[in-house]
Every structure is written in structure tokens, then in C-alpha cells.
């Protein structure tokens, strides 16, 4: 059974165009839910961890600026905007049960973006 | 955090055993090891967890080292499938939900 689901896989996104992504929690039990990015052939990043509906967080880096919000128990949303033409981006989202000694976590499938 | 060394390549062919090392020596007593792979166009898949001695499950095996500076994830019978970047990270759960993730080991198996 899936735990985690992100639609779609690829987006091709305008420069200058913001892009909001969704990640759909299928089990209540790992309440944990966080947004991670990756750029192409580098490590993947921990960018939010939100566990409450209505929790928010932005952060910018380089080459793109991130808000990350709670919206319900099972949904997280991400929009990405000023990202740097001709960047292949992958964020994906992860889930947990946020454990007092040991958490393992589990992640979507992923969202890759590419910026013309 | 401890920080961890992985091998950058491994290659092994379809039916053999695969050992994938992972050196901690600054692991805390508090944090756990995990190892997770990911094939490319997809998430991370956790793979296996322990905190000291030996743990299996039916997709691996790991050996812990008694002072637990050393982690060995073992992969029975290797497919193509298993192709994969391996990574291995320590943490604990104060650390929240953040995982850092390090290079890896990139896994190639031939026919």
C-alpha cells in the first residue's frame, strides 16, 4: 500500500512561474510529514518538517525560494518559486511516525521540475 | 550529527552477495543507523534500521560492530533491481525528521 502519493512526476515549469506541489498522506499513523529537494546527481535536502494543519515555513536558497505548508493531517503542500532557468529539480515528501527513540521514515515518489 | 563514509561504487553481478560498509566513528549513543536506497526518477526506500548486534528482514541483513563505529548492510542474491545509490545515515530522533543524506554508494549490477 502506497503511504505517500505526488502527482504529477514531471512538471515542465515557465521561468519566472511559481509551481505548487501536493503530497497526500494515506496513514494517519505517521503524522511526521516533511518536504525534501534534490538537484540532478547531488544529495537529496531536508528542507520542512510540518506536523500540524496550518503550520507554515519558508525558506529561500540558491536557485529557488520554498513555502511549505500543513494544509490538513494528510496533506502537505510545497510551492516552489524563482527557480533558476534550465534547473532539473526533484522534491519529494517523506512521512513519520515521529517515534521517541527510533523513526523511520518513508517517502513519495517524487515531483522532478524542470525550468525552461 | 555523526557524519558517515560510504564506498562511492560497488559492482556485482546478478546472484551474488553484496556487502555495503558504512563507517560512523562518531555516533552517538542516542542515534540509530538506517540505510535507504534510491533508484533515480524516485524516493528514497527504506531498506533496514539497528542500533547495535544484528537485524534482518526479508529484504537485508545488517552487522553492527560491537563499539558501533562500523555498519555492514548485506544484500542477499543481487538483481538488476537492486541498482540502486545506497545510503546509510545515522541519526537520532531529537535531531525531528531531518535526515541527512551523504553521498552514497552507487550499487551496479551486470548480468
Known amino acids: 500500500v502506497t503511504l505517500l502519493e505526488q502527482n504529477p512526476r514531471w512538471r515542465l515549469v515557465p521561468r519566472g512561474q511559481a509551481v505548487n506541489l501536493r503530497c497526500i498522506l494515506k496513514n494517519s499513523q505517521y503524522p511526521w510529514m516533511s518536504w525534501y529537494q534534490q538537484d540532478l546527481q547531488k544529495q537529496l535536502q531536508w528542507l520542512f518538517t510540518?506536523?500540524?494543519?496550518?503550520?507554515?515555513?519558508v525558506k529561500s536558497l540558491p536557485g529557488a525560494d520554498y513555502l511549505a505548508t500543513r494544509v490538513t493531517d494528510t496533506e502537505l503542500r510545497l510551492q516552489v518559486a524563482n527557480m533558476s532557468q534550465g534547473r532539473t529539480l526533484y522534491c519529494t515528501c517523506?512521512?513519520?511516525?515521529?517515534?521517541?527513540?527510533?523513526?523511520?521514515?518513508?517517502f513519495g515518489p517524487g515531483t522532478r521540475l524542470l525550468v525552461l | 550529527l555523526a557524519k558517515t563514509t560510504q564506498p562511492p561504487s560497488m559492482e556485482a553481478y546478478e546472484g551474488q552477495e553484496v556487502n555495503v560498509s558504512c563507517s560512523h566513528t562518531?555516533?552517538?549513543?542516542?542515534?540509530?543507523i538506517y540505510w535507504y536506497r534510491q533508484v533515480p526518477h524516485q524516493g528514497p526506500q527504506f531498506i533496514i534500521q539497528g542500533y547495535k548486534d544484528y537485524v534482518v528482514n526479508e529484504v537485508a541483513s545488517l552487522f553492527i560492530s560491537a563499539d558501533r563505529k562500523l555498519s555492514t548492510l548485506s544484500l542477499p542474491w543481487v538483481s538488476l533491481r537492486d541498482a540502486a545509490v545506497y545510503y546509510c545515515?545515522?541519526?537520532?530522533?531529537?535531531?525531528?525528521?531531518?535526515?541527512?543524506f551523504g553521498q552514497g554508494t552507487i550499487l551496479k549490477v551486470y548480468l
Open positions: 510540518l506536523r500540524s494543519p496550518g503550520d507554515k515555513e
Open positions: 517523506s512521512a513519520g511516525t515521529g517515534g521517541a527513540q527510533q523513526d523511520t521514515q518513508y
Open positions: 545515515i545515522v541519526t537520532a530522533t531529537s535531531s525531528g525528521q531531518k535526515l541527512v
Open positions: 562518531n555516533i552517538a549513543t542516542s542515534e540509530y
